[in-house]
């Protein structure tokens, strides 16, 4: 390393495995923008992606997110891991203040160059927003980062789709907002692996550890799954962070010892896959090669609009290569 000296004739990729994190922020904005450059630039870092830890944080708007991420990653980067955060802006009218927040607390890990912090916004966009957190997270995997960390507010199902690129998802809640029923109501409890109740200084954070555990155990009793810890924390003063990141190291444990890292890990490069194609569909097939002006003539040429989307989804399967049929079927043995 000591003899590389950077110039600007590095090429992007280059320049991102060197451990340059102006290259990272770049390649993230190519991520982010589905830059026509990021296939290539991916292929070029590829090999070095693997390592990082993935972690999804997500829960109610104000439940502490931000705060406790700040703090696992101080303590992430006391045990001399790297990290890297990704706060993912919802665009939402009623949210989107706390982004500016969110990085004046973060600004405190900034100066430390173990910690690289992002704020991604999601323009509305759902498949994308998960895309574009994978190949984020693939970036800061290949620069070096061990832990990767995103933030999202846990309103809907982008947000689920967001967190769930990650190997443990991480709901974070807290006493007085709303309780433990409206969680579970939600759906947050269903994707959780670790529950943190935040904000245990506040009355009411005892009963809803107990509501969520009860909750948990009912869900969880007698099958062979995991069963989401209930931990109490105060991210404020940074108590219980400790038994957070236990408790996330213990998921990843349970995962290694199911055989379930590697099986994920392959899940996840297969919902990518088909996220990517989702993307391309809608914008090269459908805009750029004509597919919207055909559908036009479609509907022109069919009783209904589902008929058009018949013929047109015909003419598609009609076209696709040989073999792939006979793939079809052994994948989904
Ligand atoms: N009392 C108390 N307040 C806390 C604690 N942790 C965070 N807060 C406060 O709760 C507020 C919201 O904290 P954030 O960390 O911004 O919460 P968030 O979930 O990231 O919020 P959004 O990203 O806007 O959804 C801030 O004013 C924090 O100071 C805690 O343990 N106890
Ligand atoms: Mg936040």
């Known amino acids: 390393m000591d003899s590389i000296v950077s110039t600007p004739r590095l090429s992007l990729p280059e320049r991102l495995l060197e451990g340059q994190r102006g290259a990272l922020a770049r390649a993230i904005t190519w991520a982010e923008d589905a830059d026509s450059r990021f296939p290539d630039l991916l292929e070029k870092v590829y090999s070095r992606i693997g390592q990082g830890r993935r972690l999804g944080v997500t829960g109610p708007p104000g439940a502490g997110k931000s705060t406790l991420v700040n703090q696992l990653a101080k303590n992430l980067r006391e045990q001399e891991r790297s990290v890297g955060v990704l706060a993912v802006d919802p665009s939402s009218p009623f949210t989107g203040g706390a982004l500016l927040g969110d990085r004046i607390r973060m600004e405190e890990r900034t100066m430390d160059l173990g910690v690289f912090i992002r704020s991604m916004a999601s323009r509305g966009s759902r498949g994308g927003l998960a895309r574009a957190t994978v190949d ?39 006493p ?135 013929r047109i989804l015909e003419d598609l399967l009609n076209s696709l290569p040989k073999g792939w049929s006979e793939q079809q079927t052994e994948g989904s043995r």
């Open 136 to 174: 984020a997270f693939d970036v800061m995997d290949a620069f070096g980062l061990q832990d990767l960390i995103v933030e999202t507010v846990g309103v809907g199902q982008a947000e689920y789709d967001v967190v769930g690129v990650a190997d443990t998802v991480l709901v974070v809640l807290c």
């Open 176 to 310: 007085g907002a709303g309780d433990g029923v409206q969680a579970m109501k939600s759906g947050l409890l269903e994707v959780a692996h670790v529950l943190c109740v935040n904000k245990s200084d506040r009355p009411g954070a005892d009963r809803m550890v107990a509501d969520l555990s009860e909750a948990v155990h009912l869900r969880t009793a007698g099958k062979d799954m995991w069963a989401p810890p209930v931990i109490s924390a105060s991210a404020g003063t940074a108590q219980g962070v400790d038994d957070v990141l236990e408790a996330i190291a213990q998921h990843r444990t349970y995962l290694a010892a199911k055989g379930r890292l590697q099986s994920r890990r392959k899940e996840q490069r297969l919902e990518q896959v088909q996220r990517v194609l989702r993307e391309g569909f809608d914008g090269e097939i459908w805009a750029g090669r004509g597919l919207k002006a055909y559908a036009e003539s479609m509907i022109e040429a069919s009783a209904t609009t589902h008929g058009a989307a018949e």
